[in-house]
């Protein structure tokens, strides 16, 4: 991740960004690449030095290292948020961390960036990051609001109801999926896994504690009806591979189970 690959892009922004990795390097990169972008850039190299710094100035933006010795990412969002609680939260993490990310966007962060990451994605998620929180000052303005409000009545008119917050995520049998990525983790490790068998998983998920058919199963996953034989069979050598990847022992499954005669459930635990 080098910043000199961004020194001709234009200034962005006057957003105060603190950047907190006990990692020099990250540290100092990550407050090289957005100072040239024109963000003012501050850096902590500590979870307390980060909080130091929050409770004595404003931040619009905080890129925020998960895993540090002593206050650890966490923590630092946990006391954070009464200080600045319009300042924007962003965890970096590595993935043997990503559980504690999720839970930290169920707890206020804005969103979590896996390390390593581009730096375009870098950039991209803070000005995405930088976009809400305008959209939340905006908000404080009543004839905005109201204006946002008659938009979203017209809107909600011709298209579906956007999906919410909760169900980004997907818990279940230890596993966490992060639905719109894609992303996969058991164990604290990230699952690769295809297509067919993403479907397969997080429909499980949304419908854990219930059997489901494997006719119900292929009739999601390819948009027809099958006899549950046939879907049965069909079914069969993608559940083994996901077994395989997911199981402790896919001898003896405790994930996807199968229940003789109707077909396969995931426990919510």
């Known amino acids: 991740m080098m910043a000199s690959k961004i020194a001709d892009k234009p200034v962005r922004s006057n957003a105060h960004i603190l950047v907190v990795d006990d990692e020099r390097t990250m540290r100092h990169t990550l407050a090289e690449i957005f100072t040239q972008l024109g963000y003012q850039t501050t850096m902590a190299a500590s979870g307390q030095q980060a909080l130091e710094y929050i409770a004595r100035q404003s931040f619009d933006l905080v890129l925020l290292d998960l895993k540090m010795p002593g206050m650890d990412g966490a923590e630092v969002l946990k006391a954070a948020r009464p200080l600045a609680p319009d300042t924007v939260f962003i965890f970096l993490t590595a993935h043997g961390t990503l559980d504690s990310a999720i839970a930290g966007i169920r707890h206020g962060a804005f969103d979590y960036l896996l390390k390593p990451s581009p730096v375009q994605e870098i950039i991209r998620a803070v000005e995405a ?114 077994r395989h990847k997911l199981e402790h022992d896919h001898a003896h499954p405790q994930i996807i189970r199968t229940v003789r005669g109707r077909g396969y459930t995931i426990l919510a635990e």
């Open 129 to 242: 990051g930088l976009a809400e929180r305008e959209r939340r000052r905006n908000a404080e303005n009543p004839m905005t609001l109201l204006e946002r409000a008659l938009v979203s009545l017209k809107d909600a008119a011709q298209q579906p109801e956007a999906s919410s917050a909760g169900e980004r995520f997907l818990h279940a049998s230890g596993i966490t999926v992060d639905v719109p990525r894609q992303l996969v983790v058991a164990r604290g490790q990230p699952v690769a896994l295809t297509p067919t068998e993403f479907e397969i998983l997080t429909y499980l998920m949304r419908h854990q504690n219930r059997v489901v058919s494997c006719r119900e199963l292929t009739a999601h996953l390819h948009g027809y009806d099958q006899d549950e034989r046939d879907a049965r069979i069909l079914l069969r050598s993608h559940v083994h591979r996901l």
